[in-house]
């Protein structure tokens, strides 16, 4: 009888009430091109028929490596995931939550990478999110700078079994964001990632659940556990700040005015949005959402309306503190309207969202990490252009392009405008009154880029964060 060969990758998939959506998950590995793998299932003690389906599944695929482990609820993705990992035979692990998928490729694509450079020990992709939210999200190449303070890889992705069991695998002092402490503590030992720019992995969104709940409501302690954990990575001030967090954590929530975001009523904001809005009040609406559904929360907005249609009503009805309301006197244009914000800004840093434009969750995040670890004061990322056209009353997306992704130049700049408005994030110190030049009608911003890039340089982030309105007609 011939010996089995172990399997070269192990795709670890905890489940805890999630039979209705586990065969998804498991046939999207067994649909994939590369076939050298193993399936490990871990039942996190499902109230539901989890343990049923998983049998199934074994029961139907007898020619694939399919194998469930049954544990007592832990309640913790970490606890689960190790347990997966230490009966595993494979030399990579992928981690798939139940509820999750991969693309046909992505085993193939990742593998491929990681065995043709052996300086890589993590592979990540991008991440097309389905379900409640539609919609690709695009990362950035490996930062381990970065990383520390803003997440950049998803947790599905390909690493080197050898990674955890340097590291001690998943810390079970997080209940989540341990994938994000994973991937710091591997940085810290040394090992390095390599990103794929093709959205393989398939992440579900849906409802409120514990990764959402928690950020809005636990991040700040969450982030001061993850800096304890790997102090090795940080600066004496912010290790000092999470023990002092830690240490009085249940004042920090409660006795300090934190609001609903998780910020201190007394704490100045970070970061400044400014919104102006002239009788768009529909898409002001979706504009606004569209700050307050990011995973970055230290911000304000203000919403500046160039004396159009009053939409006090639009901004009371998400009844958040966080957004300050300004009204012209008159009708002034675009740039002494933004101007009309900057000045009313508390913040350090300034964004800009045009009410027909979006930021998707991770654009302030992204901006502020890069600028708060980095030299830079100003900062730039991609965004897609949604080209429309008028269909009735309603303008209708037909297409998305990007046409802009350049790294700064200080001569390119004066040729031509490569950085849409809301891509970009900056400090309030680099502005000089008049700050957007009140005399010109169009192409405000550009000028204002200009005048900024003789004294600063510009960050460039290889990201898509935004989205802005084209329309044709």
Same mark, same amino acid.
């Given at each position: 009888?011939?010996?089995?060969?172990?399997?070269?990758?192990?795709?670890?998939?905890?489940?805890?009430?999630?039979?209705?959506?586990?065969?998804?998950?498991?046939?999207?590995?067994?649909?994939?091109?590369?076939?050298?793998?193993?399936?490990?299932?871990?039942?996190?003690?499902?109230? #539901?028929?989890?343990?049923?389906?998983?049998?199934?599944?074994?029961?139907?695929?007898?020619?694939?490596?399919?194998?469930?482990?049954?544990?007592?609820?832990?309640?913790?993705?970490?606890?689960?995931?190790?347990?997966?990992?230490?009966?595993?035979?494979?030399?990579?692990?992928?981690?798939?939550?139940?509820? #999750?998928?991969?693309?046909?490729?992505?085993?193939?694509?990742?593998?491929?990478?990681?065995?043709?450079?052996?300086?890589?020990?993590?592979?990540?992709?991008?991440?097309?999110?389905?379900?409640?939210?539609?919609?690709?999200?695009?990362?950035?190449?490996?930062?381990?700078?970065?990383?520390?303070?803003?997440?950049?890889?998803?947790?599905?992705?390909?690493?080197?079994?050898?990674? =955890?069991?340097?590291?001690?695998?998943?810390?079970?002092?997080?209940?989540?964001?341990?994938?994000?402490?994973? =991937?710091?503590?591997?940085?810290?030992?040394?090992?390095?990632?390599?990103?794929?720019?093709?959205?393989?992995?398939?992440?579900?969104?849906?409802?409120?659940?514990?990764?959402?709940?928690?950020?809005?409501?636990?991040?700040?302690?969450?982030?001061?556990?993850?800096?304890?954990?790997?102090?090795?990575?940080?600066?004496?001030? #912010?290790?000092?700040?999470?023990?002092?967090?830690?240490?009085?954590?249940?004042?920090?929530?409660?006795?300090?005015?934190?609001?609903?975001?998780?910020?201190?009523?007394?704490?100045?904001?970070?970061?400044?949005?400014?919104?102006?809005?002239?009788?768009?009040?529909?898409?002001?609406?979706?504009?606004?959402?569209?700050?307050?559904?990011?995973?970055?929360?230290?911000?304000?907005?203000?919403?500046?309306?160039?004396?159009?249609?009053?939409?006090?009503?639009?901004?009371?009805?998400?009844?958040?503190?966080?957004?300050?309301?300004?009204?012209?006197?008159?009708?002034?244009?675009?740039?002494?309207?933004?101007?009309?914000?900057?000045?009313?800004?508390?913040?350090?840093?300034?964004?800009?969202?045009?009410?027909?434009?979006?930021?998707?969750?991770?654009?302030?995040?992204?901006?502020?990490?890069?600028?708060?670890?980095?030299?830079?004061?100003?900062?730039?990322?991609?965004?897609?252009?949604?080209?429309?056209?008028?269909?009735?009353?309603?303008?209708?997306?037909?297409?998305?392009?990007?046409?802009?992704?350049?790294?700064?130049?200080?001569?390119?700049?004066?040729?031509?405008?490569?950085?849409?408005?809301?891509?970009?994030?900056?400090?309030?110190?680099?502005?000089?009154?008049?700050?957007?030049?009140?005399?010109?009608?169009?192409?405000?911003? =550009?000028?204002?880029?200009?005048?900024?890039?003789?004294?600063?340089?510009?960050?460039?982030?290889?990201?898509?964060?935004?989205?802005?309105?084209?329309?044709?007609?």
């Amino acid at each position: 009888m011939g010996i089995e060969m172990p399997p070269k990758i192990s795709v670890i998939i905890p489940c805890y009430n999630y039979a209705h959506y586990l065969s998804e998950a498991v046939e999207s590995v067994l649909e994939q091109s590369y076939r050298d793998f193993e399936i490990i299932i871990v039942n996190d003690g499902s109230t #539901d028929n989890t343990k049923d389906v998983a049998q199934r599944l074994i029961d139907d695929h007898p020619e694939e490596r399919i194998c469930l482990i049954n544990q007592k609820k832990s309640g913790k993705p970490a606890i689960a995931r190790n347990n997966g990992i230490k009966h595993s035979k494979g030399s990579y692990i992928l981690p798939l939550d139940a509820d #999750d998928a991969i693309a046909h490729t992505m085993l193939e694509e990742c593998i491929n990478l990681i065995e043709d450079k052996p300086s890589v020990s993590i592979v990540y992709t991008d991440r097309e999110d389905f379900g409640d939210v539609s919609q690709v999200v695009h990362t950035i190449p490996y930062n381990f700078s970065l990383l520390r303070y803003a997440n950049h890889l998803s947790y599905c992705a390909l690493y080197k079994k050898e990674v =955890w069991q340097d590291v001690g695998g998943y810390r079970t002092n997080l209940k989540t964001c341990e994938d994000w402490d994973f =991937w710091i503590a591997a940085g810290a030992k040394g090992y390095y990632g390599m990103h794929i720019p093709k959205p393989l992995f398939r992440y579900r969104r849906q409802g409120v659940g514990v990764f959402q709940t928690l950020a809005e409501s636990d991040f700040v302690i969450l982030k001061a556990k993850i800096i304890l954990n790997n102090m090795e990575v940080y600066k004496e001030e #912010d290790i000092i700040r999470s023990k002092e967090i830690l240490g009085n954590k249940e004042a920090y929530s409660s006795l300090s005015g934190a609001d609903s975001s998780g910020i201190s009523k007394e704490e100045s904001p970070l970061v400044s949005v400014i919104l102006p809005t002239y009788n768009r009040p529909s898409m002001l609406s979706r504009a606004i959402k569209s700050v307050l559904d990011q995973t970055y929360n230290n911000f304000e907005i203000l919403v500046v309306n160039d004396n159009g249609d009053d939409v006090h009503d639009i901004i009371s009805s998400f009844k958040d503190e966080r957004i300050k309301y300004i009204v012209n006197e008159y009708n002034k244009g675009l740039a002494a309207t933004r101007n009309a914000g900057i000045k009313a800004a508390e913040g350090k840093y300034i964004a800009y969202l045009d009410d027909d434009d979006i930021f998707y969750p991770d654009h302030l995040e992204t901006l502020v990490g890069f600028l708060e670890n980095s030299n830079y004061k100003v900062a730039y990322t991609d965004a897609y252009r949604a080209i429309q056209t008028k269909q009735g009353e309603y303008y209708i997306d037909v297409k998305k392009d990007q046409p802009f992704s350049r790294d700064f130049s200080s001569d390119d700049i004066l040729i031509s405008n490569f950085i849409p408005v809301l891509s970009i994030m900056h400090e309030k110190s680099c502005l000089e009154e008049p700050f957007f030049d009140e005399g010109i009608k169009t192409h405000e911003d =550009w000028e204002l880029w200009i005048r900024m890039s003789r004294k600063f340089q510009f960050g460039h982030i290889k990201r898509t964060t935004c989205e802005y309105s084209f329309r044709v007609d």
